[in-house]
C-alpha cells in the first residue's frame, strides 16, 4: 500500500474534512431521506431520489478519504531546517527575467493548491528545486515553457 508524503496542515485539513461528512453531512442526508420518505410514494419522489444521490456521493468521499487518512505519512515540517530545498520547505524564488518574487511551499499531492501557493512535490518546478539550495539558479521546464528562477530564501514552519 502507497504511503503519501503530507504536512501536519494537510493532515488536519484532510481529518476536519472526514469528521464534517461523518458528523454533519451523513446525518442530515439521513434526515433528508427520512423526511423524503414520509412523502409518500417513492417512485416519483424527486426529494428522496436526490438525498439517496447524495448519500451515496457522501458516503464515496467518506472512503476516499478514510483511505488517504490512513495511507498519510505525515511529515512535521517544523523540525526541518537548512538552506536546501525539500518537501515541506516554503521556497521564495525570483524570476530572472522578470524580477517577480514568488513564493511556493513544496506539499504532497494531495493538499497540492495553487491559489494557497502550495505546489506538489511531483510538479516540474519542485522537481527541479529539491536539492538546490539558497542562492542557486534553477531552470524549470514547465507547459508554458522554460522559466529560470534563482532560489533567495528556503524557510521551514
Known amino acids: 500500500m502507497e504511503k503519501f508524503p503530507m504536512t501536519l496542515g494537510g493532515y488536519q485539513k484532510l481529518e476536519a474534512d472526514l469528521k464534517k461528512l461523518k458528523n454533519e453531512e451523513r446525518p442530515a442526508v439521513i ?12 417512485s416519483e419522489n424527486a426529494e ?27 511529515i512535521d515540517v517544523s523540525k526541518l531546517d537548512g538552506d536546501s530545498v525539500k518537501f515541506g ?51 524549470v521546464h514547465a507547459p508554458g515553457g522554460a522559466r529560470s528562477y534563482e532560489i533567495e530564501k528556503v524557510v521551514f514552519k
Open 89 to 139: 520547505a516554503i521556497v521564495t524564488l525570483i524570476d530572472e527575467d522578470t524580477e517577480e518574487e514568488k513564493v511556493w511551499q513544496i506539499v504532497g499531492d494531495l493538499e497540492a493548491d495553487v491559489k494557497e501557493r502550495k505546489i506538489s512535490v511531483s510538479s516540474p518546478i519542485a522537481r527541479a528545486l529539491i536539492g538546490k539550495t539558497v542562492g542557486d539558479s534553477v531552470e
Open 48 to 74: 428522496y431520489h436526490a438525498a439517496k444521490e447524495r448519500q451515496g456521493w457522501i458516503e464515496s468521499q467518506i472512503l476516499d478519504l478514510e483511505d488517504k487518512y490512513s495511507r498519510a505519512e505525515v
Open 31 to 42: 434526515q433528508a431521506i427520512a423526511e423524503a420518505r414520509a412523502h409518500g410514494d417513492l
